[in-house]
């Protein structure tokens, strides 16, 4: 493998700095002159119909400088997917759940904004409303869209090869059911936003978002503005997990009540909104039937899924999709069919989390290789390694595997956590289980058809020489991604990585399609790198110029120039440098020509030196319908190996360790790369264990804090031993690909696998609540006794 | 989510505060770490014109030693108490309690005076006050009064304390030799949690006969108020102090003590599964500690 000087190595997070001494600038960090105040009137009904909606005594509120409902705010329809734009900003005609927007405030105070709030008048009739599945697909049931009969949002009918056949074939056919519940994403940072429009009509809106570019085309699309004056800038954001992938109604209304007032306006979302605004994973209903011959090979996969959607689509078209197409590989599986229907309630709409649409299916499917492991009496591992995908090979619904060091992360798993030693040998209440994932390196297509490329970087060389700026619009959200990219520009133009400076989450910088579908090392990664080899083949253009050397034999490392032949003799250019520095007393003395002179002079001969870069996906996929959701340059694979005791008595379950090996082909940051695989972990962890949005009987959540939201605490966090498997992926740059998302695939399973060890119970509904496992337990008791 | 307006009184001494609670009565909240009441403030669960902050009044986050009893001032935190030597080595189900509740972060702040008034079912010192016999010390002004901890919780929310009163702290009277308490909390995961059950017991035992001569059993989030098993202290009381005698006692606790409910944290059938294991538990680590006393 090549050798690098800055990539791969544990570099210190550029924004490590401004975050531990507090100074880094995080949306409600920042005030404007003359700054509004907002405030949303959320339903406070499932399913409504609204009246009349009465804003004179809220604007009467001395302090009030606008309220909007969907008469300002207008009839656009938006949404994520454009074949599914089923909200607007303000409910018009009814509500569709508790929290859905009716009406916003701007005043001079916080305080104001809220009490004008209150006095807004709605008259509402009570309509019935639908809960669940069952209430929704209910015949007669209340209806949420009248563009959608039976509440359906959306179904997908798949069928690669001939399941019915393959089974017939099969020794061993296990069907099971899994179900988990609605997740939160549980981001420290609730969203807010700043909206403003300067005296020649541009908006900016700044705001808490993983991307910028869709928020700013909804914006314009909403607000009926062209593109080009609308500039959305993202500070520092505290995490989005999916959920900050799409515009929100609060932005929306935020740059209305700027547009009225003609002041900035700043909202906030409270905790207690996060909840209500919702969008995180989905609750997932599977049945899975898997069929393998008695040798251990997996024939067949028959799936049917059912998600409990909420009030509107969002992401979930492609949940749906998603939910199907990702869950056969990384197995060689030469027959699959899915039925995935998407169900519209009367509850906070559910989206894209950690995982998109996948979590849950391998969650359920990893037990099942477990149990025809068991049944045939196969180590899980062999089992695994046995069906187990190639580098080069490619799925049966058309996804194509570049590279894939999946049986090297089985190995490193069984290895770290001393499976062998371990497996067969645990007391009763002591289990080890493990399982495998993969994930899209970023999503093949962008959400809206389009030609765009998925990332435009500017790498500009400053005048005086010797430092590099780095221009992207992608986003930063706490993943690392601004430290990925400098590292890559650095080691693309060869300097250290101390003379990168970056910009990054404005869109003004470019293109750049976001952080969701762990998309960003390897596209905006690409992107960077063509932008720096750009800029340094002009600077080694004008050297090969003035030195009269072929330009192939020029290159650049660790800030010098080197010469593939004898080093010419540069002393001219070094006095024209040294000239225009008089009185200075760094300048260059080193018998290596420095990067530093070699871009002056550049510049001194072309003027600014401006690298540009860009990156697109090649064609993916195959033909069929939802061919694209799936697709993608490049897959990340992962191994995990959970040890776990189950107290008999109470039912509560520790996870004593987590071995996890990833597979993110080259690791442009190791310890960021260990980050994402721990963050995917404690993520996985939660779900699997105390994670669930719990509603009472009118549709309210009843623990929208962090206090009754159970994520994991240290306390909860086991030992995780991340061990970082590289390969060298061909569509990656330096082939690099994800870490953010996969990494949480396998946890779940392997947690589930590791307590049938323990306890002998498998358990189809998460989460693993202390409560849930002891009835498991009594139940089994129970059968056994019999 | 707002902090409402109100005003912020900061008396300090007892006396003070005790006018001001005359004065202001029922338009008055008592303020100790603010760990629950904010929390209500906030989501307006509460309403008040006034607040009377007890953190400058010194006396109040006092622990002292007596001759057979200890006090311990009302607005002694989480974290003051479980440092505390005499808590460490004579009340470890009490430290337990401290140790369990919320966090560090909360714990540097939550009073157990504040965990008492605001007499949740699931309160996690509430168990340890009920086996160590308590006394909870209140004044108003110009009078005192004494209250045996099994008598001031009142219902979920409620206690015995008056509109006008403060409570000042409690008194525990020191454990006998060859005695020994635990306390459990079971919940959905390994912090910041509000317990689904919590238990906790106290044995003492005669070293000749063998027998246990003293027994108090605790059980929280089961009932509308912490509560004492009387049944299950009925069942052990005389009992030789063994795993048969212990589990029997659970079995009572289980079936005849508690009265737990459905709800979002748990359903009544775990709970009262709960109560069985988590009273055998901790007698017999009470028993344990008995042992080495
Ligand atoms: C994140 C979080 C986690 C928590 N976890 C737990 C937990 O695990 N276990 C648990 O038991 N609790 C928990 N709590 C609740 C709370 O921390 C405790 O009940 C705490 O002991 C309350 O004490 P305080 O000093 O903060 O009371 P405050 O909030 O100041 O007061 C609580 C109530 O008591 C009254 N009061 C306080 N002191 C006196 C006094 N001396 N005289 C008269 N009235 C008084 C107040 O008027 C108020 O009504 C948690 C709270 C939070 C926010």
Redesign the pocket.
Known sequence: MKEFDIISTRAHRIDTPDKATGQAVFTDDITRPGMLYGALLQSPHAHARILSIDTSKAKALAGVKSVITHEQAGHIKYGVSPARYDETVFAIDKVRYIGDEIAAVAAVTLEIALAAVELIEVEYEILPAVFTLEEALKEGAPQLHETSPGNLCAEVHQEFGDVAAALKECDIIKTSTMKNKRQDGAFIEMQGCIAEFDNRGVLTLVSSTQVPHYVQRTVAMVLGMDVGMVRVKKPYVGAGFGIKAAANPMELACCILARETRKPVKMNFTRKQVFMYARARHQFSHTITTGAKKDGTLMAIKHECWLDGGAYTSFGIATVYYTGSLLGGPYKIANMSYDGYRVYNNKPTCGAQRGHGAVIARALFEQQVDMIAEEIGMDPMELRIKNMMDTGDTTCNDLNMSSFGMSECIEAVRKGSDWDKKKGNMPTGKGIGMACGFFVSGAGYPIYRSDTYHGTVIVKLTEDGGTALVYTASAEIGQGSDTAFAMIAAEALGIPLDHVRLASGDTDMGVDLGAYSSRQTLMTGHATKDAADHAKAQVLEVLAEQLSVPLKELDIKNGFITFAGDTPDFSALRTRYIKEHRGWIDNPDSEHLTFKEASRIAFLEKGSIVGTGKYKPHNLGGKFKGAAVGTSPAYGCSAQVAEVTVDMETGQVTIDSITDAHDCGKAINLTSVEGQMEGSVSMGIGEAMHEEVIFNDKGQVLNADL?EYKIVTSMDMPRIKAIVVESDEPNGPYGAKEVGEGAIMPTIPAILNAVYNAAGVRINELPLTPERVYFAIQDYKDRMAK | MLLPMFEFHEPLSIEEALELKKKLGQNA???????????HLKKKLVKTDNLIS?SRIKALSLITEQKDSIFIG??ATMAQISRSPVIAKKFTALKSGCD???NHL?RN???I???A??A?P???TLPALLIYDSVALLESYGKKREIPIADFFTGPGKSC?QPDE??TGFRLPIPTDHSGAHYIQLGKRKS???NVVNVASFLEYDPGTKKVITTRIALGSVAATPIRAARAEAALLGQAPEEASFFAAAEMARREDCRPIDDFRGTAGYRQAMVGVLTKRTLATAYERAKGA
Request: include cysteine; proline fraction near 0%; aromatic fraction near 0%.
């Open positions: 206090a | 909240r008592i303020l100790a770490g603010g760990t629950d009441l904010l929390v007890l009302a607005c369990n509740l919320g909360i702040r939550a009073t005076g504040g965990n008034c605001n949740s699931a309160g996690d304390i403060i409570l910041s949690e509000i």
